[in-house]
């Protein structure tokens, strides 16, 4: 057995099923693209789903790919052994109608036997224990000894998920030896140790359940099979465990070469070099897809990696960023087979570097927070869920780096807890962002619409088609016929609507028919490539098979279209003011403004956005002619186009040019010409998530009216200042100057007044047991003044306690002064606002000899003052 490395074995794998006329695949963004049940993608056959459900036509009825995969439902274990990681690859080959059983079985055996030259005497292999299909194949074809077919239930050998395509399975597995054993005399195939493992799955999709629970036989079944391309490596280089495998050891030997540790000698380094290791991996892989770190989904998934291994670099004694290091030699060892990686080499170590420094600013914080909260949980051995919520709220620590350091110390978080104040927390968001998914959105019942049922887009060149209703969806189920109210979404063969992609929002417009009209609302492009009109019947009754003709509001694509190709000349501008390294992160372009997301590190300068706006304006003006044609993707790259970030292209792609400034791949609608445009207005410029601005802007229409509102503005100051456009400053200076003299008279006055009121107030003086005290409504709007007056009348008080109180429109504040006589005797300036401040809802305190506090209930004053006797009482001893 040759010892091959992980880079060469996942070549070999899909060389040969291409010499089985496979069309080898790119790995599908771990983004899934199309199915939103899914965080991230887990396995080969994810991105392929819709060719084996018939929704969509595959390239190939043979594919063969190598997919990169994540899987995270339980993080903390990583690292603990060296058996879970998150990150592995997964080889796969799939046969969408095409061959069988029989060629699977051939070819898995063919590429173990022959191509990895794996030994046969060491290969055993398990069936559905009712497949005795497989068992012929196995034991007749091949010739595997009957000892060696292993029969296995339907919880081992059995794929299914609910209800649809499901069927039998087989495994293939290695046999590591003795030395693998678990040395218990019952140790035979199937013990759980590490001698005999399966390294390949080969399903064979061949029924279809229904809801009686029949297993209906498929007329086209289909292959799906994963290889575990880690485990695989493992197997050829006779290790022990993934992290001895080639590539990633050499990642896991270059953070120890960085930390200057030993992998090996000391367990608990271990876990953390291990855990880093892995993580880097999932990281790098992420960002490079488009994930950006967030509290969010996947963003989340992609920030508590990231913070599990800053923390454990933190272990290993790594002073500052390092992750970026690791990430760089984690490209440097897969990005012949993921070119994407090299490409975005420095966007994804500015994205770690950002993450890693911003948690390092809050980590020593938050580990001292943990700890007070670990001093004041006494017997417990359980954190509250509250705590650990507000160590995720305020330092950002995921609940898993939570428990990892709970656990270190043999402690526990209250986990039920803790996600209830999440729910709380999101429930609070959705109220905030005022959410309502879409009714009629659900995807699933698309899927159900028969496979004829799809849609040609014809709107880049007509707003208007004559057309047919070929399917109509309301309150998500297929019906024949809706009528005039009703919320229905729509499908037609050919339309004009552009539907939501590329960050442009749909059009909307009209479907009208003989007897009915239908206000579209919006458009989507659903599975199995149909286009779904949301639409409300403003009249008559609609019916599937109903000719009809389908109108785009023009005003509205114009206006979305300046919007867009704006977009493309912001997008170039801001790449050559800011540099190369902005890319566009996201979009969003509509009718009325447009929103540009992009990659830069930090905040832009006033002088910095004034040249952008300007920089797409004068192209704007240069009346440049936009040209869009269609190619391949190659051919669109030769030609310099940007392609943008996570987005999938076909392989014929849209190009869009303007003059020789801008060429961008994009499927959206767009002008003639730049200078139809008109002119272009940056609104607002801010920060989204670390590394990430985002830029709102106007055109056309909409920014005649901001202008005509400025414009309002101005002529209303002039009116209500008595003035005119030239004077506006000079007046608005006056005014400014002579409003702050007088406040300044003001407050001499009231100091005047309230020192004239001194003797006053003194009359006004009480005793208790000898101490005497005052209250006075002091009518002052500082707390500064208030604490003056205090002064005085404390002053004159020899042995005395002071009270003022201010009231403003929603709160009284009230300020107490004890003299140091008073002081001794027991008064508590402090405590005697702790408890008058209850009396009206407020709260408040402070030293002996002075405090303050509010209450929100002005009215409560006099019941204040009826309590005070009572409680300066208590005081004195
Ligand atoms: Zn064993
Ligand atoms: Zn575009």
Redesign the pocket.
Known sequence: MEKLGLNEIREKFLSFFETKAHLRLKSASLIPEKDKSLLLINSGMAPLKPFFTGQETPPNKRVTTCQKCIRTPDIERVGKTARHGTFFEMLGNFSFGDYFKEDAIAWAWEFCTKWLELPEDRLWVTIYQDDNEAFEIWNKKIGVAPEKIVRMGKEDNFWEIGLGPCGPCSEIYFDRGERY????P???FG??????IEFWNLVFTQFDKDEEGNYNRLANPNIDTGMGLERMSAIMQEVDNIFEVDTIKYTLEYICSLAGVEYGMDEKTDVSIRVITDHIRSVTFMISDGVLPSNEGRGYVLRRLLRRGARHGKLLGLKGAFLSKVSKKVIELYHNAYPELKEKEEYIENIIDIEEERFEETLEQGLEKLQEYIDLMGDSDTLSGEAAFKLYDTYGFPLDLTKDILEEQGLKVDERSFANEMELQRERARTARGDNEAEGWKEDIYSKLDNDVKTDFVGYDKLTVHSIIKAIIADNIIVNKSKKGDNISVILPETPFYAESGGQLADSGFIEGESFKLQVVDCKKVVGGRYAHSCIVLEGEVSVGDKCIAVVDKKQRLATARNHSVTHLLHKALRNILGSHVEQAGSLVEKDRLRFDFSHFKAMTEDEIKKVEREVNVNIWKGMEITITETTIEEAKNMGAMALFGEKYGNIVRVVKMGDYSIELCGGTHMNNTSQIGMFKIVSEGGIAAGVRRIEAITGEVLYEYLLDKENLIINACSKLKTNEDDLLRKIEHMIKDAKSMEKEIQSLKSKIAEADLDEYLAQANEVKNVRYVVIDAHLSSLEDMRALGDKIKGKLDNGLVILYSKSTDKTTILAMASKAAVSKGIHAGNIIKEVTKIGNGSGGGRPDMAQGGIKDNGKIGEIKDALPVIIAKQIQ
């Open positions: 054993s678990c040395g218990k019952t140790c035979k013990c759980d140790c590490d001698r005999y």
